[in-house]
Structure formats: C-alpha cells, structure tokens
C-alpha cells in the first residue's frame, strides 16, 4: 500500500506542516474529508473568511495537547 501511495505522489509534496504549504503549486484546505478551500498560499490568505488563513493564525500549540 505504502509503494501505491508513493507512485501516486511521485513528483509531489504532501504535507500537513504549515510552513511547508507556503511554497506548495496548490494547497488543498480539508475537514473530515471534504476540500474546503483550494488555491495558492497567496490567494488563500487573500480570501475573506479563509479556512486556511485562520488556521494559520492558530498558534502550534493547538496540535500539541493531546497526550501521545
């Protein structure tokens, strides 16, 4: 399954690290599976009411307090 997953991505980034999305060709903003938001880094956070720019905004903590 892993091999499937990398031929699929040959070529491309995939990441959910915010600073990584910044240079992405095209970012794709998802909850519970659906896409919310598609664009540039740019144009996402141009938009009115961005998930994306919001979700920015949140600070690294947020993803940090779940026990392991």
Do not use: C, F, K, W
């Amino acid at each position: 399954m892993h091999e499937r997953i990398r031929a699929l991505n040959a070529g491309r980034t995939v990441t959910h690290r915010r600073d990584a999305s910044r240079n992405a060709d095209r970012i794709l903003v998802r909850d519970t599976g659906r896409v919310l938001e598609e664009g540039t880094h740019e144009s996402l956070l141009a938009q009115d009411g961005s998930e994306y720019a919001a979700r920015r905004e949140e600070p690294a903590t947020t993803y940090n307090d779940q026990p392991v």
